[in-house]
């Protein structure tokens, strides 16, 4: 049975490359990214262990009640420092256990599709997914916590491949490698369907702000 551990920034400061196109509207929508992320984990078949990384305190409250361990992150030391000490934290909770890291940003994720994923994982020591793009990393597994050896950040998913893990490919728009960094990006994951968090958070934002669009309008109001 797997653990998965999820890093989680502040939503203050995450998403900043969403700011062009959605302003303050950014920070709800990465809260929401986050719970509908959690969610789908959480409600995915063979994960047992549930690892949420954050120094933001709504972030680890609200894991606690979806159920899941927060282990606190130390501001200021970036991603790969937070995922090693979720990895430690989830070999503690789950000593036979592997683990998966998922970035906290794929609001249309679906459990059937981390679940495909997961059981293709258990053949390798390590693997990764890369996201839609093709150069990022959505998720990294590893049979044993201590082996994961993060390398997320720029051009992460060549640096994984170049450590030796394997690659497992879900179709591009899986909601698995739809990881939504970019207004663009957040135009993709609606159109295919997101989940009810960021839905509600897109439905509040035309009913309040009637300069906004539609979320297929973001990419086009990012870039005017
Ligand atoms: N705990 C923790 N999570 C992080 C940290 N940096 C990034 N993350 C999380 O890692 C995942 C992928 O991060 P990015 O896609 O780079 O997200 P981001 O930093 O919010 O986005 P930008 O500001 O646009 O770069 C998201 O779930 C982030 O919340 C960190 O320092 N600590
Ligand atoms: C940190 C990463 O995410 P992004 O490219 O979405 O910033 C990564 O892909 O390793």
Same mark, same amino acid.
């Given at each position: /049975?797997?653990?998965?551990?999820?890093?989680?920034?502040?939503?203050?400061?995450?998403?900043?490359?969403?700011?062009?196109?959605?302003? #303050?509207?950014?920070?709800?929508?990465?809260?929401?990214? &986050?719970?509908?992320?959690?969610?789908?984990?959480?409600?995915?078949? =063979?994960?047992?262990?549930?690892?949420?990384? %954050?120094?933001?305190?709504?972030?680890?409250?609200?894991?606690?009640? /979806?159920?899941?361990?927060?282990? *606190?992150?130390?501001?200021?030391?970036?991603?790969?420092?937070?995922?090693? +000490?979720?990895?430690?934290?989830?070999?503690?909770?789950? $000593?036979?256990?592997?683990?998966?890291?998922?970035?906290?940003?794929?609001?249309? @994720?679906?459990?059937?599709?981390?679940?495909?994923?997961?059981?293709?994982?258990?053949?390798?020591?390590?693997? &990764?997914? #890369?996201?839609?793009? =093709?150069?990022?990393?959505?998720?990294? %597994?590893?049979?044993? *916590?201590?082996?994961?050896? #993060?390398? &997320?950040?720029?051009?992460?998913?060549?640096?994984?491949?170049?450590?030796?893990? &394997?690659?497992?490919? #879900? +179709?591009?728009?899986?909601?698995?490698?739809?990881?939504?960094?970019?207004?663009?990006?957040?135009? @993709?994951?609606?159109?295919?369907?997101?989940?009810?968090?960021?839905?509600?958070?897109?439905?509040?934002?035309?009913?309040?702000? $009637?300069?906004?669009? $539609?979320?297929?309008?973001?990419?086009?109001? +990012?870039?005017?």
């Amino acid at each position: /049975m797997w653990s998965v551990v999820l890093p989680v920034k502040p939503f203050s400061s995450a998403k900043s490359r969403l700011a062009a196109g959605l302003g #303050p509207w950014r920070r709800e929508l990465a809260h929401a990214f &986050f719970l509908d992320t959690l969610r789908a984990v959480r409600a995915t078949t =063979g994960v047992r262990t549930v690892v949420v990384v %954050t120094s933001d305190p709504l972030a680890a409250t609200q894991a606690r009640t /979806m159920g899941a361990a927060v282990c *606190p992150d130390t501001p200021g030391l970036g991603l790969n420092a937070a995922v090693r +000490a979720g990895a430690a934290r989830a070999a503690a909770l789950n $000593p036979r256990g592997p683990v998966a890291v998922l970035t906290a940003d794929l609001p249309g @994720l679906r459990p059937q599709e981390l679940a495909e994923v997961l059981a293709q994982a258990l053949r390798h020591r390590r693997t &990764f997914v #890369p996201d839609h793009t =093709g150069t990022g990393t959505t998720v990294l %597994t590893s049979l044993v *916590p201590a082996a994961l050896s #993060p390398s &997320f950040g720029a051009g992460s998913a060549r640096s994984h491949a170049a450590s030796g893990a &394997f690659s497992i490919g #879900p +179709a591009a728009d899986s909601g698995l490698r739809l990881d939504v960094d970019t207004p663009e990006d957040l135009v @993709l994951a609606t159109r295919r369907g997101v989940g009810s968090f960021t839905t509600a958070v897109l439905r509040l934002r035309e009913a309040l702000d $009637p300069t906004a669009g $539609p979320a297929h309008d973001v990419a086009a109001s +990012a870039s005017s």
